[in-house]
């Protein structure tokens, strides 16, 4: 199935788009929608744009993990289940 059957079917099931503020499966299903869509524009921006965007991105994964592995590293550590 394209993604734009999709799409239209969901729509369809939602029963349109009425009253987005009363209704959360509206208001979730075109959350999520933008969120895929801006997934899937990342590629299509210019070079240097895209450049910028994914070095941004994986500075801030790595902050992240860097930040788990000291809070994994100090509970486990202070539970006395480190290995070794």
């Known amino acids: 199935m394209s993604p734009l059957v999709y799409l239209q079917e969901e729509i369809n099931r939602l029963g349109g788009f009425n009253n987005l ?9 075109i959350l999520v929608t933008l969120l895929h869509t ?3 524009y990342n590629p299509i ?14 500075r ?3 902050q992240q993990v ?16 480190w290995p070794g």
């Open 21 to 29: 503020a009363d209704n959360d499966d509206q208001r979730a299903f």
């Open 38 to 40: 801006s997934d899937l």
């Open 45 to 58: 921006k210019p070079f240097h744009i895209t450049k910028k965007w994914a070095n941004r991105l994986q």
């Open 60 to 62: 801030e994964f790595n």
């Open 66 to 81: 860097s930040s788990h592995v000291v809070v994994l590293a100090t509970s486990t550590h202070a539970h006395g289940a």
